[in-house]
């Protein structure tokens, strides 16, 4: 497992208490060659992303983690980070992008925004969210980009007590 620095505050956060342009930063994870190889040996048994030696005849040039690797990471510290969304983290489409690979020893941190809103119109206690996510690492470098719409828990309403 990534060795990782969380944040100690959680706050649980519903579609009413979400805003346009509202930012989220996660904590860090760091990966490690170990552990790239063994999440490819596992899930994306790729020469770049197993062997080094191998690696360096690549495009790659060196030992480079799976996409889906730092997508797992990034996942990872988006629900571990100090807000969470009521009901977890559900996604029902996006898009995903690796401008640059995640290697050994990057320190990896999420840094997302919302960029809109929308409540449901068939479902009064919920909502959805489009969270753009930008995973960097170390270098302030980004190796991943996540534009993810979720689906979202609206603040359940207080029941009436009859008297």
């Not at 020893?105 to 996510?133: A, H, K, W």
Request: glycine share 8%; aromatic share 6%.
């Amino acid at each position: 497992m990534a060795q990782q620095d969380k944040p100690h505050d959680r706050s649980l956060l519903y579609f009413d208490d979400l805003h346009v342009g509202q930012k989220f930063i996660s904590g860090t994870c760091q990966i490690d060659a170990a552990q790239i190889v063994a999440f490819a040996k596992t899930f994306d048994p790729q020469p770049f992303h197993l062997d080094d030696a191998a690696a360096k005849g690549t495009l790659f040039g060196g030992l480079a983690a799976s996409g889906w690797h730092t997508a797992s990471l990034t996942h990872r510290l988006l629900t571990e980070s100090c807000e969470s969304l009521a009901g977890g983290i559900i996604g029902v489409g996006g898009e995903i992008a690796w401008p640059r690979p995640t290697r050994p020893g990057d320190v990896l941190q999420v840094e997302s925004e919302v960029l809109e809103i929308v409540p449901s119109r068939s479902r009064p206690d919920r909502g959805m969210v489009t969270l753009r996510s930008e995973t960097r690492n170390q270098r302030g470098e980004v190796v991943q980009t996540l534009t993810a719409k979720l689906v979202v828990s609206r603040r359940p309403t207080p029941v009436a007590v009859s008297p």
